[in-house]
């Protein structure tokens, strides 16, 4: 008997050195300031945060799609996250983080989705002068160019401090409002 009681103690302690093998890893979707493209004073990660929550000193509205968009997906994320740690348990880490990869896959798409399916107010027509006289006809409230809707990215990667890492909670932007 206590034998058997030794080998199920091994078994659930392997099972958590795998599951928290797996809780090191964090998921990150947003714009990522670092790989910043745009040749202009504001960069793609700024434009985002500024369109998320408004500028009242340049007379721009809050157009959240970050922040929705990852609400939308906490169901898809808590299935994924389960089928990780299920993966974990069994012993396949690589396939665990796979289905990290997805759920920031599938949340990636729902920004640029939401980016996409122009976000009220619509422009105002100061905004829209500026536009033709560009060249630009679209009348879409979040896409110009297009250079902010193609930086929006996902990564998963271990997490960076040990608070991190105790807390285990999963990053659902790549800027903070701080």
Do not use: C
């Not at 157009?63 to 299920?86: M, T």
């Not at 560009?134 to 110009?144: A, E, F, K, S």
Request: overall charge neutral; proline content about 4%.
């Amino acid at each position: 008997m206590l034998e058997v009681i030794k080998m199920k103690k091994s078994l659930f302690e392997d099972e958590m050195k795998r599951i928290l093998e797996i809780a090191e890893y964090k998921i990150m979707v947003g714009i990522p300031e670092a790989t910043d493209a745009r040749n202009e004073e504001v960069g793609n990660a700024a434009l985002g945060y500024i369109h998320e929550f408004g500028s009242p000193i340049a007379n721009i509205p809050a157009r959240p799609f970050l922040i929705p968009s990852v609400e939308e997906q906490k169901k898809n994320w808590e299935k994924r996250l389960g089928k990780a740690a299920s993966l974990a348990i069994d012993g396949d880490i690589e396939a665990a983080k796979g289905q990290m990869e997805i759920a920031g896959q599938q949340t990636r798409d729902a920004v640029k989705s939401k980016i996409a399916s122009n976000i009220q107010p619509a422009l105002a027509p100061y905004t829209l002068m500026k536009r033709v006289e560009r060249g630009v006809t679209r009348t879409n409230t979040l896409i110009d160019t297009g250079s902010m809707l193609r930086a929006v990215n996902y990564v998963v990667k271990k997490k960076d401090s040990q608070q991190e890492q105790q807390h285990g909670e999963l990053e659902d932007a790549g800027f903070n409002r701080d």
